[in-house]
Structures are given as C-alpha cells and as structure tokens.
C-alpha cells in the first residue's frame, strides 16, 4: 500500500481510503471484518459524514463496533463531513460545531483528524465557518479541515477567511466520470464536449496549492449511475481493455480501476465505498501498481474520452 504525506500536515496516509456510508444494515462483526481486512491491506485512513445513514448513524455503527486503543487511534485517519442536511446545505457555524460534537460522540473518539465541508453551500459566509473551524481547532476537536465538491473559486473565498489551511477536496472521479482529467486534454477544441470546462479547473487549482483530491465513485459509470466494471453493454472496450491489462499485471480488474487514478501523478487518495472484503483487497492491489503511459490512455480512449 502507497503512503505519502498529505501537503501540508503530519498526516502520513494511504493512498486507499474506506468510505463508511453505507454499512448501516451491517452487524457489528461484519464491520469490524471490514476495518481489519482494510488495515491489513495498509488502508489507515476511514471517511464518514454525518449524513451518512441518516443522522449519524453509520457514525454510530462504526463507533458501536470498533474499539481503538489510545495507541491504534494514532495509527489511523478519522475524516467526517458537514454541511448536508434535509433538504438544504447548511454551513453555518452553529450547525458545524453542533454536528461535530455529534460526530465525535457517534465515533467515540476526541477529534478527527480531517473534517470537509459537504457540497457547496450558496448562502455560505465564510467569516462564520472560520470562526467554527477555529473554535474546533482550538479546543482539539478537528485537527485539519477541507472541502468536497468543491470549485476553485468557492475553495479562494474559503481559504481568504479561514485560518486553517484546505488540505483536501472529495470530487467525484472514475475512468468513465472524468470531467476534471478530460477537459485539460481537449482544452481549446472547438465543437468538442469534452473541452467544456465544468469545474474550473480543479486538477490544476488542486495540485498548485497542495490540495490533496479524494475520488469518490471510482467505479461509477456517471452520477450514481451503477458500475462499469462488467458492464459490456456500454463499456465493451472498456472493459475488454481492463481485463487484459489486469490480465498483464496479474491483479483483478477492481485494481486497475483504482490504479488509473492513483498512477496520476496528483498524489490523488482514492475512497472505496464497498462493504465487500474481497473488494477492499482487490481495490487495495491497486493503491501503487505502475500503469505505463500507453495502459493509462488505453484505459482514457477506451471509456470514450477522446486524444484530439
């Protein structure tokens, strides 16, 4: 497993993070199996979110069922995220510092180590979410803080306001969803999608100012549109190009979707949404397999992106 420094932190990570969202209907063995095969395939790093389960409840479920000693808790990552709620964004400083406690308590731990702010909210004002990140990193309860889903203007107006460096954006990203990769290589070709810019830049604004980006989705076809790993009805050479490169490197296909993003040179993380353990060590023989150029833009072409 590939561990790097987060930039501008002690935080000493995996490249592979577990996203908890949905073990909600799982008992607490289940869990517990599913942290452990994650730890032993070097995975350091669990991502939350209050809203996850509804509440903070799968917050919860994983607090009920694993237990860190005070040395195992230096040993991991704890991040969750703010700002959902029901029916609206809410990034106001009262309803962060009212979640996080309710994360901490959920979690059963004194602090996390990342917090992000989820999705963007429009009526956001940033001196007040520096004044709850300065309030949380004060008392230890946070100790670095992000974004997610983020653009690089609403990330600027953040970081003029906030005290604590933006260390992170969570953004959606997969070989078929990759807006923030594609559009820089079709950049100024007329008449092409694909060199529409959708997110300003994020890549860019990303890597300029030590921004850690977290794929979310890595295996999604679009928007929670299902996988396409298998999916031969639209993803024929796709998928016939995974399985021959996987073939290659002996791994399973579930490596290569993840090694295509974390061969970028970004130092992306990559979030693993699956309760499966077999999954997780498949994801994880991924974290630092060493695609060639021609594999990685094999795999670009082959989910239909386009080399003008």
Known sequence: MKHFTLPGTSIDASN?????????????????????????????FFDHADVYGGDHACERRFGDAVTFSSSEREKVYLQSKVGIRDGFWDFSKEHILESVDASLK???????????????????????IAAAFTTLHDAGKVRHFGVSNQTPG??????????????????????????????GIAANM???????DRDNGILEYARLNDIT??????????????????????YAELNDAIDEIAAAHGVTPTAIAVAWITRHPANMQVVLGTTNPQRVKDASAGSDLPLTRPEWYRLFT?????LP
């Open 106 to 128: 959920a979690l059963r731990t004194e602090y996390l180590d990342v917090l992000l702010l989820h999705r963007p909210d429009t009526l956001m004002e940033p001196e007040e």
């Open 302 to 306: 082959a989910a239909g992106h386009v």
């Open 16 to 44: 592979v993070i577990l996203g908890l969202m949905r073990i909600l209907d799982l008992d607490d063995e289940a869990i517990r199996t599913l942290v452990a095969t994650a730890r032993d395939a070097g995975i350091d």
């Open 190 to 196: 007329n008449g092409l999608d694909q060199s529409i």
């Open 154 to 183: 609403q990330t600027e107006l953040l970081r003029r306001s906030v005290e604590q460096p933006l260390i992170a954006n969570q953004v959606q990203l997969s070989i078929t969803h990759a807006n923030l990769l594609a559009q």
């Open 213 to 234: 980006l977290q794929a979310w989705s890595p295996f999604q076809k679009g928007f929670f549109d299902g996988v396409f790993l298998g999916d031969r009805e639209n």
